[in-house]
């Protein structure tokens, strides 16, 4: 079955690095996703990776994949105020029909 | 903007009402999918349309049901409302199954049952 699961909650400093992190279970044909939501907001799609990929960039993010362990992270560089909100990981799958299995989130705090 | 959009913003009725939230998809995307996000659930696949067929199924109640018209719009319509239906609902669009991957989110439509 499908099941994404990422930790809850991060904080960091304005200027660090932010890593979320996410663990999937499920490997046919899989799709991996990150969105972001703000407060009140719908899910903006920040980037996805296929699961034949071990890496992604697209400016200051970049995304990693160890597909031996099922397990995918999220790196910010240079994390500003303006990043902090809900960062979800998603996996979609040809048997699943590509709609998308949601982690339950993590949040994403950034301290000035 | 992601180019989905959904209407109402936001839905207040009262329990054992009919609702019928709406979304249009982005420009040329033929497949509509819809979420429903609520804090003790959190985000789970409802439904999924393509070119006005039904293609997948998630945990979608019987109460609920949905349909994607010839102009791509798709309608979610929600009977016999309960307090525990009150969530925010989402619709994604995306090209379709095998041409793109990626799923667009309109701004949702937040659901308050009382």
């Known amino acids: 079955g499908e099941d994404v699961e990422q930790s809850l909650f991060l904080s960091v400093r304005e200027g660090d690095s932010s890593v979320i992190n996410c663990t999937y279970t499920d490997s046919s044909s899989t799709y991996l996703y990150w969105y972001k939501q703000e407060p009140g907001a719908g899910l903006q799609l920040l980037t996805y990776i296929f699961s034949n990929m071990d890496m992604k960039q697209d400016q200051r993010l970049t995304v990693l994949l160890n597909k031996k362990d099922k397990h995918l992270s999220l790196r910010i560089a240079d994390t500003q105020t303006g990043d902090s909100a809900i960062y979800f990981c998603?996996?979609?799958?040809?048997?699943?029909?590509?709609?998308?299995?949601f982690g339950s989130g993590t949040r994403l705090q950034v301290q000035p | 903007d992601s180019g989905v959009t959904q209407t109402p913003k936001h839905l207040i009725t009262a329990t054992g009402q009919r609702v019928t939230l709406r979304c249009s998809p982005r420009s040329g995307d033929l497949s509509v999918y819809w979420y429903q996000q609520s804090l003790d659930q959190g985000l789970q696949f409802l439904i999924q349309?393509?070119?006005?067929?039904?293609?997948a199924k998630g945990n979608i109640l019987e109460r609920f049901s949905a349909q994607q018209f010839p102009d791509l719009h798709s309608e979610l319509n929600l009977s016999s409302l309960e307090l525990g239906d009150s969530a925010l609902y989402f619709c994604a669009s995306s090209v379709g199954p095998g041409q793109s991957y990626e799923q667009y989110f309109g701004p949702g439509t937040r659901l308050t049952v009382t």
């Open positions: 998603a996996e979609s799958t040809e048997t699943g029909r590509r709609a998308l299995t």
């Open positions: 349309y393509y070119n006005g067929e039904e293609r």
